[in-house]
């Protein structure tokens, strides 16, 4: 289990890189392999679609039970809204045990932060608004703890062209506990060539263009913007 | 600012490498200094100690408006209870603008996450339980929020030697709210010859040896252990 970091070759880590090149077959989502395309010389590829995770961890499984060495990559942290707990447990279900290892790379969350200033200094979530696999009352249910104690928040997949409901309820229930001027940033596609970083604020942060692939980081009461950095700060004394 | 990532030299990103080996002046705390021993020969090292924070931050900022380029060294990640935001604000209040970029890095819980299993698997919340800078009664609202919201979260800073009511202060307010059996992961010294990772159980996690270089991440109701590995499923279908 490889991250990959979230996109460009620059923000890998050498243990993702040499992992990569010690495997005989590379395995994950077409997109992923394309970002990576100048370590895979001479390897054994296994693309598949979006929605194949099951699939693809399962075919990746196989070919390691099967003996062959393989690396199955995810972009960002394969641990954080990636495949490392769908592989580890899909692997408990073999009879073979399997030798696993997870390489951690750079988040979404901390590549958008760094772009956008330092707006997860401190105490922060990662919500997901996606409701396919987590039912949208536990989702409500935390995004209402959440604004209520004060967290930066960090939300992956905030819309899609079909979902747009549930990234306004969360606007509705962070308004209701902070100001319409706490600082949003929207980081979109980063690290490709089309990589959008935008800072907005609550009360208009709805009307910003935010899709599938953006990240969209909500500021807490001491959030503020300093010379076009979205910060929160960490309580020194200056 | 670089985030050097959780200690060893595999797990930082190019990006890192390149900033110090591009910058004439390298600063930061002593021990993160000597982790990077391998890039920074020939160059300038401004180093302190750990409770220096802001004149650390000043002095890299002075030397960065007397022209000279400057790579500000945190570990794991510079924007996640590191120093960029620290920078930020201080550069604001300075006459002269200084061109800053944020170089973001594997997070100590991104780090401690992979050698647990996949912990962090969905939406999790980043806590840390000192009070140095954040009052106590805003921590513990931020534990019972998180705890009553069945988020998983990674506690940093979670015991010192003079420092042990907040944790057990914690352990209260996640009892409260999930069984003891509930997986508990502590990494302590991560990338280090003394890293050390202990998987425990929520009633019983408070024996362990816990101090200030450990992370300690406690489990929702879903989370389980699979093989040895710490899980929390990410609701797929298997």
Same mark, same amino acid.
């Given at each position: 289990?490889?991250?990959?970091?979230?996109?460009?070759?620059?923000?890998?880590?050498?243990?993702?890189?040499?992992?990569?090149?010690?495997?005989?077959?590379?395995?994950?989502?077409?997109?992923?392999?394309?970002?990576?395309?100048?370590?895979?010389?001479?390897?054994?590829?296994?693309?598949?679609?979006?929605?194949?995770?099951?699939?693809?961890?399962?075919?990746? %499984? @196989?070919? $390691? &039970?099967?003996?062959? +060495?393989?690396?199955?990559?995810?972009?960002?942290?394969? #641990? *954080?809204?990636?495949?490392?707990?769908?592989?580890?447990?899909?692997?408990?279900?073999?009879?073979?045990?399997?030798?696993?290892?997870?390489?951690?790379?750079?988040?979404?969350?901390?590549?958008?932060?760094?772009?956008?200033?330092?707006?997860?200094?401190?105490?922060?979530?990662?919500?997901?608004?996606?409701?396919?696999?987590?039912?949208?009352?536990?989702?409500?249910?935390?995004?209402?703890?959440?604004?209520?104690?004060?967290?930066?928040?960090?939300?992956?997949?905030?819309?899609?062209?079909?979902?747009?409901?549930? %990234? @306004?309820? $969360? &606007?509705?229930?962070? +308004?209701?506990?902070?100001?319409?001027?706490?600082?949003? #940033? *929207?980081?979109?596609?980063?690290?490709?060539?089309?990589?959008?970083?935008?800072?907005?604020?609550?009360?208009?942060?709805?009307?910003?263009?935010?899709?599938?692939?953006?990240?969209?980081?909500?500021?807490?009461?001491?959030?503020?913007?300093?010379?076009?950095?979205?910060?929160?700060?960490?309580?020194?004394?200056?």
């Amino acid at each position: 289990m490889v991250g990959i970091g979230p996109g460009g070759k620059l923000d890998r880590t050498r243990r993702a890189e040499e992992a990569i090149a010690a495997c005989e077959v590379v395995a994950g989502y077409t997109k992923y392999l394309a970002q990576i395309v100048d370590l895979t010389a001479g390897k054994e590829l296994v693309s598949s679609g979006m929605t194949q995770e099951v699939a693809r961890c399962r075919s990746a %499984l @196989e070919r $390691a &039970a099967g003996g062959a +060495s393989v690396a199955l990559v995810s972009s960002g942290d394969a #641990g *954080i809204y990636g495949m490392a707990g769908l592989v580890l447990e899909l692997a408990a279900g073999l009879e073979k045990e399997i030798r696993i290892e997870i390489v951690p790379g750079v988040s979404a969350a901390n590549a958008a932060a760094a772009k956008l200033g330092a707006p997860l200094m401190l105490d922060f979530a990662a919500l997901s608004l996606s409701d396919l696999l987590v039912p949208w009352p536990v989702i409500r249910r935390r995004l209402e703890a959440v604004a209520a104690a004060d967290l930066v928040v960090a939300l992956y997949n905030p819309r899609s062209r079909k979902r747009t409901r549930q %990234l @306004e309820e $969360a &606007a509705k229930i962070f +308004s209701a506990q902070r100001p319409g001027a706490t600082p949003v #940033g *929207i980081a979109t596609a980063l690290g490709s060539e089309e990589e959008r970083i935008v800072l907005t604020t609550l009360d208009r942060f709805l009307d910003c263009e935010i899709g599938m692939r953006s990240l969209v980081i909500i500021g807490n009461r001491c959030s503020k913007v300093v010379r076009g950095w979205f910060v929160t700060p960490r309580g020194y004394e200056l």
